[in-house]
């Protein structure tokens, strides 16, 4: 057990292991987690349009998220909808149970308020991905509402973009272990 982050930071964090920050809230050690929220049509990943979003499914993807928000030491909920209001009902949950979101709010990315609104309201931090580079395409697909609310957006690097948005989250959590700009 390394004890290796503790006053330097807001909030006091243990370190069992190099990478496995248990956070002290509320007069508890409580783990660090994290929702992973995907929108429509992303569960047909694999198959869909694969010369733009890749053959991985949203499976392939989900596994390599865990391992990867794993060895950042963090717990990750990796969800799909294809409803805006289900989405928006896991956004208004997370509060007080998760530390921080990403999403892939797919084409409500592009029309959605309600989720903007849910992200503005629940003020967790939020990292933004997209497989594709949303601004490369349509141009309806360069506006997103999601950007208003998040903290900055992942685009254009596959399902790579995903384990790049936890490394951002990571460290917008305080983990010392990714490099600061
Ligand atoms: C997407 C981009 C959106 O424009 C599109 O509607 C999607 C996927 C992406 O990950 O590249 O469904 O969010």
């Known amino acids: ?3 290796s982050q503790c006053c330097a ?4 964090a243990l370190w069992v292991g190099p990478i496995s920050p248990v956070n002290y809230r509320n007069g508890r050690f409580v783990h660090t987690s994290i929702l992973i929220l995907n929108g429509p049509n992303l569960n047909m990943l694999g198959t869909r349009q694969p010369e733009v979003y890749g053959r991985e499914t949203l499976s392939d993807i989900e596994h390599a998220c865990r391992a990867h928000a794993s060895w950042r030491g963090l717990e990750m909920d990796f969800r799909q909808s294809n409803s805006e209001g289900e989405l928006v009902t896991w956004i208004q949950q997370a509060k007080g149970h998760y530390a921080g979101i990403i999403i892939n709010a797919a084409a409500y990315t592009h029309t959605s308020v309600a989720i903007l609104d849910a992200l503005l309201a629940v003020e967790l931090p939020t990292v933004e991905v997209h497989l594709s580079n949303i601004h490369q395409r ?3 697909r360069h506006h997103s509402y999601v950007a208003k609310a998040a903290r900055g957006m992942i685009c254009g690097f596959g399902s790579h973009g995903y384990i790049l948005a936890i490394d951002a989250l990571s460290r917008l959590l ?3 272990g990714v490099a600061s700009a």
């Open 1 to 3: 057990m390394v004890l």
């Open 9 to 12: 930071h807001p909030r006091f």
């Open 138 to 140: 349509d141009a309806f």
């Open 174 to 176: 305080g983990d010392p």
